[in-house]
Structure formats: structure tokens, C-alpha cells
């Protein structure tokens, strides 16, 4: 288990190099001033240009930008945030809980609906559950986030009123600015709870609904899918008809037997549900207003802001590669043939 | 004595009649929700072809085509050249959407005079969708065309060579995997530029991956086969063999699945453009639709859905064209059993 532990984590190295080379690689696409703009800070630095691009060697050959890159990221120098007038480490570090906390919340939904609708489904075989979730699952992966983010604003938003897009209300924001309101963990809704404000994480808990909701729905329906064809292959299997016909009880066969070898295949799932959540952060930030990464990076593109874009995709590349290392080391542990195939 | 036994055909099957009664035809055929999908994209391919037939033309497409407002219809009439140039060899100013009016709201179709309505900036929203089908398919097509060309030549030079070669670029696929598409595209978009072809060139830098290690593996499959040795036995060379002895043999089930990637590679582009990262503002394309209904969710006070139609419309348009795919696709991996392609 160890050797293999340590193969995989030889390899985050590696991956790290090659997504950062080819990203460097793209922004050798751009004029040595346009790469320079994103170390603009001031409206007055903007007629240095020349001096920018020779104080940061940015018309020198791409290896030699990609070594000074390097040397500038280990200093945690990752370029300046246009977008949000600070310097790209700080945004990543001030908005990564806020993304974390809705990331973190639709994660819940999706492991939890998701295995328990593929389980009764499986079990359920062809019957009115199995339908009823097949059709529900075949609907839920079809949605586009940004289509289903729109339509919920207009229905519960819009029509409704019940939820709004953002992150706190404006009366809360001013109260927390203003107020002692201190910041712990970054979550939002256990920062007010843990400064005895139940009324702020409530309100907060409200404008997770709708988002939460949005990015969970696609990525559930696909471990839904996953966990029926999966727990339906190991209910066929010959030890499965060993247990019932030695006596066992359904639940038991069901639960011991067949579903935790079905779980496998949910399981390499899960870091392709990580890329997918990523993916619906950016759009489903962007249609709720809530001020994450992924709401960042979508305004820096649109802004052309190279230092925000090329930080936020080095950061997502890092945090799917170790996802990934997780899952494998998970997978090792779960299923043996892995370790010793 | 008996009558003389009813002497029996037996039927002589056309390749075609085999392919239709074989068992992984008829699995699919009896499969409702593969029908309703096979259906829906079938209505995407009938939309996308008549678009230009039933749609009302903007000036500058008609101006493009040498139509004036006296035979503003004249391009329906198969006689005329218009007709085969809309087609065929439809002018960049076709995929605009015609204007109806230029008021930042969104008229309703009573106000605005079209079908659907019109988003703000008064764009047509019928003629969006329509000519938007078009713009799908292209993108699709061309997206799925570039990626399989990169990806059967990695994976077949990858499979075949293996040893290093094989390690460098499997470790290639893996880096541009490990990014997650969609921002993998926002980046090249962002440095490339707004337009329709950059957007493609994006999708398919992102696409070509999953296809390579598919063929890899096919390759790889095919590969240890006898009549392979036989090949390498009679002293041909290797990129003879890879390519008219394996790949044949390897690129079915490889087309298929690619094919059937057109709706998610249509989503992820309509994905790009609702965050302003796809063609040129006006351009008949689903998502940048999406996008203008974003400041219309709020109607006026005591109208709350007074805007509904701007969001409505594209909305349904690009669920049932993802929908469509994800039956047909469901049902096809069904019956070819390619396991795997996540």
C-alpha cells in the first residue's frame, strides 16, 4: 500500500509541471505587452509597459518565463488581479472558503441523493421507483446548469420571491462590516453561528438554497445512473447468489455483499464529480451573484485579466490532481486488485 | 398420398436487412427512450436544414444574397441561386439575428412583430433558435471532426509505438484531463479572441483527450491479434499496419461514441458563450441567448414574468437538444457495451 501511495504521489509533480507548462505555453500567444498588463497595479504604471516587460523578462523565450514564473510562484507572487485590485493570491485565498462552503454544500446532496435513488432503484428493478428515477436522472443530466440556474431565479426569485441571488443580504452585509462580526473559518454560515448570529447563517442558508440546488442537480443524476448499473451488475453476480442461497437476509446480501463492491465504480466517479463541480461553480456563480472563484474567474476572463485567469486554472489543475491522488489511494484501499495489478 | 410439402423460401438478407434484424439493432429499436432520443435529434437535423427557408432574413444576410425587399422570399424557390448559396454557402451574416427594433427591453411577439419575441437589443428570438440549430451542428461536427483526427493520432502512435513514446503521450492526455474542460477553454478563448472558430479550436483542444485513449486502447486490443503478425510477418511497415490494418478495424465503436459526444460538446460551447467566451455578440447561438435573459429574470413591478419568453425559449431549445443526445447516446452504449468513456 505504501509503494503505491508513493508511485501516485510521484506522479502530482509531474502533472503539475505539464498543466502549468502548457498554460505558460498559451500565454506565449499574447504580446509580451499584453502578458505585462497583468502586472499593472495603476492607471500611472500603464505607460511603463517597457520597463514592466524588461523588469519581469517577459520577451525572453517561454522556458526562461516559465522558470522566472516558477520562481515568482514560489515566493507566492502569482501576478495582480485586475479584476479584483489585489494581488491574485490574496482573491484565491479570500474567496476559496466561499467557494468551498457551496462546493462543500452540494457535495452533501449529491453523495447522499445520489447513492440512496441508484440503490432503490437497482433494488427496485423495472419497477415504479426504477422508472420514476431513470426518468428523473435521464432529465436531472440533461439540464444545463446555466439554463436551470435561469429558470429557478425566474420561478423563485422572479415569481416567488423567496430566495435571492448573492450571498448575504445587503442589511446583514452592512451589520457585519460595521459590527464586531469576526471571521473564523471563511463559511459563512458557521462564522454567524459561532458569533451567536443565527438570524446571519440563516439568511446566508438561504442564498445557498438555490445555487446548491443548481450545481448538485447534474452531478447527482450521474452517480444516481452510475450506482443503479453498478449495484444492478454485482446483484447478478454468482457470490451474491451464494449468500442468498446459504440464507442470508435480503438486507443483509443487499447491503454487505452487493452494494460494497458496487460502491467501486461510485467511487472513480467521484473525481470526475469534482471536475464537474468545478465547472458548475464558474457558471452557477456567476448566474446567483455569489462572489466565489468561480464568479472571479469568469469576470477576469471577460476582462482579460491573464494573472486571475492563468491562477485560478493553475489552482483548479493542483486541487483535481490531488482529488484524483485521494480517489486513487481510496480506490487502493477499497478494492486490493488495484494495489497489486 | 400426401400433398406435396408448401416448398419454404428461405429469405436471402440484404448487408442491410442483417444490420436491421441483428440482435444489438433490435435491442435498440425496442428501446422507447431511444426512439423518443433518436427523434429529438432528428428534429435538431430537419430544424438545422430548413432553417433558412422559414425564417425571416435580416437585411444584411439578404443584402449578402442579392435579395431586395421585393423578393425578400425568393431564396425559398428552388430555382433561384439564393436558394443553393443559403444552404450551401450560407454568408457569415445569415448566423446574425435579424433586429427587430433596437430597444433594450424585450418586446413580447405582439409588440416586436415576431414569433417568439425578441431578447433585449431587440434580436429575434425565433430566428436565434432556428439558425442557433445550425450553429450546434457546426460546432458539433467540426469540433468532434478535429478532436478524432488529433485523437486517433495520438492513441494509434501512442498504442503502437509504446515503450517511451507511449508514456509521453499518455502523460500528455493526463495533464490536459487533469484540467477541468471548462477552464481549459476560458483560457484559450480569452487569449484567442471572440469568435466562432476560436471557440471551436478551444472545445476541440479540450475534446481530443478522451478519443486518444479511447483508440489507444482499441489499438491495443486489435494489436494482439494474429492477422496483425501476419502483416508484420510479411515485412510491412509499421505505420502501413496502424493505418490500414488496424485502425479500420479499431474506429467503429471510436466514431460512435465521438459522434455521440456532439450534444455534451455543444453544451460546454453554450456554456463558453453564456459567460461571454463564444462567437460575436449577435450571433445565432444558444447560450449567448441564455445569457441576454440574464437581466430579465425581475418584470416590471406586478408583472413578475412579464420577460419569461426571453429565458423560456432558448432554455427549452438547448434542453432538448442535450436530452435528445443523452437518450441516443445512453442507448447506443447500451448496445455496444463501451465501457469507460466517462
Known sequence: MFTFILRRLMMLPLVFFGVTVIIVLLMQLLTPAQRAAAYVRSENQANQIPEIIRQYRLDEPWYVQYGLWLGRLANGDLGYSRTTNEPVLTTLRKRLPTTAELAFLAILPVIGVGIFLGTMAALNRDGVIDQVVRVLSIFGWSIPTFVMGIWLLVIFYGLLGWFQPGRISTEFAIQMATGDFRNFTGFLTLDALLNGRPDIALDALRHLVLPVITLATVQSAQIMRVMRSSLLDALSEDYVRTAR???????????????RNALIPVITLSGFVLIGLING???????????????????AALNLDYASVLGFAVFTAVAVVTANLLVDVLYGIVDPRIRYG | MDAAPTPTFIQ??????????????????????????????????VIATIAPLVTPLGRSCMRDLGLTAATATA?????????????????????????????????????????????????????????????????????????LTVGILVGATAAYLGGWVDNVLMRLTDMVIAVPALVLA?????????????LMIAISAVAWPSYARLVRGEVLRIKQLEYVTGAQAMGRRSFGIVFRHILPNAIGPVLIVASLDIGSIVLTAAALSFLGLGPELGYTDWGQMISFARNWILGPPGQPLAYWYTSFWPGLTIVFFVLGWNLLGDAFRDVLDVRGHV
Open chain 1, 245 to 259: 442461497a446459504k440464507g442470508l437476509r435480503a438486507r443483509v446480501v443487499n447491503r454487505k455483499h452487493a452494494r
Open chain 1, 281 to 299: 461553480v464558474v457558471i452557477t456563480e456567476t448566474i446567483f451573484n455569489y462572489p466565489g472563484l468561480g464568479q472571479w474567474a469568469a469576470r
Open chain 2, 12 to 45: 436471402r438478407k440484404t448487408a442491410l436487412g442483417r444490420w436491421w434484424q441483428s440482435k444489438s439493432l433490435r435491442r435498440f429499436r425496442r428501446n422507447p427512450l431511444a426512439i423518443v432520443g433518436l427523434v429529438i435529434v432528428a428534429s435538431f437535423v
Open chain 2, 75 to 147: 431564396h425559398r424557390d428552388v430555382r433561384n441561386p439564393a436558394f443553393w448559396e443559403i444552404m450551401f454557402r450560407t454568408p457569415n451574416s445569415c448566423y446574425m439575428m435579424p433586429r427587430a427594433g433596437f430597444s433594450p427591453i424585450p418586446q413580447t411577439p405582439e409588440a416586436s412583430g415576431t414569433l417568439l419575441g425578441t431578447t433585449s437589443q431587440g434580436y429575434d428570438i425565433y430566428y436565434g433558435l432556428m439558425w442557433g440549430a445550425r450553429t450546434a451542428f457546426r460546432i458539433g461536427v467540426l469540433v468532434v471532426g478535429i478532436g
Open chain 2, 186 to 198: 476560458l483560457v484559450i478563448v480569452m487569449v484567442l479572441g471572440n469568435s466562432i472558430v476560436n
